[in-house]
Each structure stands twice: as C-alpha cells, then as structure tokens.
C-alpha cells in the first residue's frame, strides 16, 4: 500500500468516532475525474453508485438486471471470484471462453452469438483477467452489436482498467458508443491497483437511469449499499493522490515483463504476452512439459489454482520485486529443461 494511504487511513483511526457517516458528493466527483483522465471517459457524477467491493457488487447487479431462472454468460476463463458471485444468485451460467491464437487471446464470436442467445446479461472482465488481453475498440463495439440485437445486458467489471501496461490503450466499454452505454453497468474500483481490495469499496457507472435505479433498488434490498469509513477514505485517497503511483506500478510490471521475456528466449514453453495485470502465461501445450509444469505450478501456487480453466498454461507472477522474478524465471527454465524430458516419459 502507498504510503499516502497509509497515513490517510492512519489518519482516520485516529479520529474518535468511528460511528456511522455518510457518502457526500466527493465518492461521485472523484470516481467520475479518476474515469476521465485515466481512460478518457467522461462521467457525469449521477450515473455513479456505491458498492461495498467486486464480488458483493456482482452479486447485486445480477440480481437486479436478470430474471432468477435466467441465464448469464462470462466471457472467461474467468476467477473463482467473478464464478461464486455469479452461480449464487441462482442463474444458469454459460461460459465463452477466449483462445490463445499466435501469442495473443482472441474472442470467438460466432460463439459469443450463440451464447448469448436468449441470456439476460453477459459479464465482461475488461481489462480481462486472468489472460491480461486488453479488447480493442472494435472488439467491443462488436460485442455490444450482439448484446443489442439479442437484448442481452452487459455488466462490465473494469477494476483492473489502471494496470494496463503502457503502449497499451484500455478503453471503457460503456464509452465505445452511446448504444453501449445504455446497455451497460460498469464496476470500477481502486482495490487492484492500490493493495486495498479487503477494504470492500466500489462504484457501479450505469448511464441508463432505469438500469441504475434497479441497481440501487436492489442494494437497498440487499442492505448492501452501506459502506466503512475505512474503505471510502482509502477509495477517495487512492483516486485523488494516486496517479504518480499507478504511473510507477504500470512501470515496475512492464519492466518485469521485459526480464521475463528475455529471461523465457528460446524456452521451450511459449509465453503469451498480457497487455494488462500482472501475469505472464507460459503455453505449454505441445512442448513435453505439462507434467511436469503441472507438478511445479501447482503447488500451492494461487493464481493456477484460482484459474482452473488454463489447461497447459502456466502462471509467472510479474508482480513482486524483479530479483525474485528473475530467481524464479531461471529456477522454471531448469526444471522445465529438455534434459529432463525423461521424467515425463516415466
């Protein structure tokens, strides 16, 4: 956590009341400023709503836009998290998954049409997560397109959007177009990037006043829409002081991505380059590896065990000092080395 967080939340504590407060103009202005100068787009302060973190919030906005014996599609693979939220409201869950193609990921969109078919809403991780793909702008206007015609919502969950990598641009999905808007909720928050997700603080951008006013209807319902001091001072913090430290983590991670890379020439499991997040996926499908990868990588390591779905592919962690990352990378080229191709053969 920064230290400017740290001492704004030290700060609180030492405040003598820890009663009940309010959510003044200040949560609405500053997550509408953060969207514009970060990403472009501009927000107008009452198309914003509180949430009490990702997972709750998912929860809620399912509820609110889709029938409970509707379907929902997750255009994944998709985190534990994003899946729990989703199969607890009760709805069917359909998954169209993206592909590695060339080094990339890629969207199958004859499936996507097919998926979404008669589905109430689909949820978007944007930038996705775990793969690190950043969606191009035709990608999601061709994703709306599709959500229009078969009047399918879109929730997107865009907490993530401040670690996209630089070169890479990330743009809203609600942003592409003024159809897209009006089908679209958008989670936000700064818990990624800032080390604060356990605080459990978030917005919903909803454009759409009949979307956003069954959201609130249903956060009410739920009691959800109440909020910690802690986690709404470390919320405004992050957002009103924190782009110098977003600027030097994108930094530090496309480093990371630069040793990794060079570190991983002419390994025999290829790597599939993220434009966003932290991880850095090894494909190794096809290389006479994956037994042995499997017996490494799974060991107690949280991001394969969070990602089930990525079968052959392998997880390096680029979020953590570059001296581990680079004592990690030569230890995954020894163990992954043809010379001990034989203990895949036995």
């Not at 407060?21 to 501009?42: C, L, M, N, P």
């Not at 996507?112 to 589905?119: D, E, H, P, R, V």
């Not at 590896?289 to 962690?317: H, N, Q, T, W």
């Not at 990352?325 to 203990?343: Q, T």
């Amino acid at each position: 956590m920064p230290a400017f967080l740290r001492d704004a939340l030290r700060r609180r504590a030492e405040h003598p009341i820890y009663g009940c407060t309010f959510i003044d103009e200040s949560f609405y202005q500053v997550t509408a400023r953060w969207q514009e100068k970060r990403h472009g787009w501009t927000v107008c302060p009452d198309w914003v709503l509180f949430l009490p973190g990702i997972a709750s919030g998912i929860h809620t906005i399912l509820r609110a836009l889709t029938e409970p014996s509707g379907n929902i599609v997750i255009l994944g693979p998709a985190s534990r998290k994003v899946i729990q939220a989703a199969t607890d409201t009760g709805r069917k869950v359909h998954f169209c998954n993206l592909f590695s193609d060339r080094g990339g990921w890629r969207i199958d969109f004859n499936r996507l049409k097919q998926c979404i078919a008669g589905s109430g809403l689909l949820i978007l991780v944007n930038p996705h997560t775990p793969t690190g793909k950043v969606f191009t702008k035709r990608e999601l206007g061709e994703i709306g397109a599709l959500c229009r015609q078969s009047e399918t919502g879109i929730l997107s969950i865009e907490s993530g959007s401040d670690l996209v990598l630089p070169v890479n641009t990330m743009f809203p999905a609600a942003s592409v177009s003024e159809d897209l808007a009006e089908i679209t909720a958008t989670m936000v928050s700064p818990g990624a990037a800032f080390y604060i997700e356990g605080l459990h603080t978030a917005a919903a951008i909803v454009p759409n006043p009949a979307l956003k006013n069954k959201i609130q209807a249903q956060a009410d319902k739920d009691r959800t829409a109440m909020h910690n001091i802690f986690g709404l001072t470390a919320y405004l913090a992050a957002w009103q002081k924190g782009a110098e430290h977003v600027e030097r983590l994108r930094g530090a991670l496309l480093r990371n991505l630069d040793l990794a890379l060079k570190k991983l020439e002419g390994f025999r499991c290829a790597p599939i380059v993220p434009q966003a997040g932290g991880l850095l996926w090894l494909d190794c499908n096809g290389c006479g590896s994956i037994r042995r990868a499997g017996r490494y990588f799974m060991k107690g390591d949280p991001p394969r065990e969070e990602y089930p779905d990525l079968k052959g592919l392998f997880p390096v962690d680029l979020a953590r000092p570059s001296e581990k990352l680079a004592a990690d990378l030569d230890r995954y080229v020894k163990i992954l080395s043809p010379k001990n191709r034989e203990d895949d053969e036995n």
